[in-house]
T-cell receptor, first 114, second 112 residues
Framework: AQSVAQPEDQVNVAEGNPLTVKCTYS??????LFWYVQYPNRGLQFLLK??????LVKGSYGFEAEFNKSQTSFHLKKPSALVSDSALYFC????????????FGTGTRLLVSP | DVKVTQSSRYLVKRTGEKVFLECVQD?????MFWYRQDPGLGLRLIYF???????EKGDIPEGYSVSREKKERFSLILESASTNQTSMYLC???????????FGPGTRLTVL
């Protein structure tokens, strides 16, 4: 069965500092990995995905994520955080064969202080 | 600009009422999904549909049903609302490649 772990409920970072939001996954086979962001009282917005190819994936709003197969991780990163990055971030995984449902982590709240 | 819309942003219903949540997408997507989101639990899949009139149960289908009569519309039905169905409900859609899902703005349902 597929699963995703986001070990931190909240991440605090000062504006201008680099940020990392952690995600580890468990799936039998090769994964498709996704990051979504949710602003207050809004739906989820797609940030980036890993399907195949380069392990470093670049996405919207300056975010990037690194796929690490040996550590089964897909951490979200940004070199310089903005206050407007404060939101709830979800990692999700599914297998890359046929239909497999998307399994979401429990979410990590990012708080960027001025 | 692609869009998934949901019929209501906020909804308040009474226990025992029948509740309809509507979702419409304009991307000609084959696949549509209903999730509920609760703090600390992330998103949990209730039902999904991969074609008109087709539906499959997700992880938590109990107390819910769905309807997909047209490709662009996917409805979630609470036959007899209960207080434990108070939640944020999110609709999503994706195309034939089962790639990234596009989400609606959500419906925050309160059952009193």
């Amino acid at each position: 069965a597929q699963s995703v772990a986001q070990p931190e409920d909240q991440v605090n970072v000062a504006e201008g500092n680099p940020l990392t939001v952690k995600c580890t996954y468990s799936v039998s086979g090769n994964p498709y990995l996704f990051w979504y962001v949710q602003y207050p009282n809004r739906g989820l917005q797609f940030l980036l995905k890993y399907i195949t190819g380069d392990n470093l994936v670049k996405g919207s709003y300056g975010f990037e994520a690194e796929f690490n197969k040996s550590q089964t991780s897909f951490h979200l990163k940004k070199p310089s955080a903005l206050v407007s990055d404060s939101a709830l971030y979800f990692c999700a995984v599914r297998m890359n064969t046929g239909f497999q449902k998307l399994v979401f982590g429990t979410g990590t709240r990012l708080l960027v202080s001025p | 600009d692609v869009k998934v819309t949901q019929s209501s942003r906020y909804l308040v219903k009474r226990t025992g009422e029948k509740v309809f949540l509507e979702c419409v997408q304009d991307m000609d997507h084959e696949n549509m999904f209903w999730y509920r989101q609760d703090p600390g639990l992330g998103l949990r899949l209730i039902y999904f549909s991969y074609d008109v009139k087709m539906k499959e149960k997700g992880d938590i289908p109990e107390g819910y049903s769905v309807s997909r009569e047209k490709k662009e519309r996917f409805s979630l039905i609470l036959e007899s609302a209960s207080t434990n169905q108070t939640s944020m409900y999110l609709c999503a859609s994706t195309g034939w490649r089962w790639d990234e899902q596009f989400f609606g703005p959500g419906t925050r349902l309160t059952v009193l």
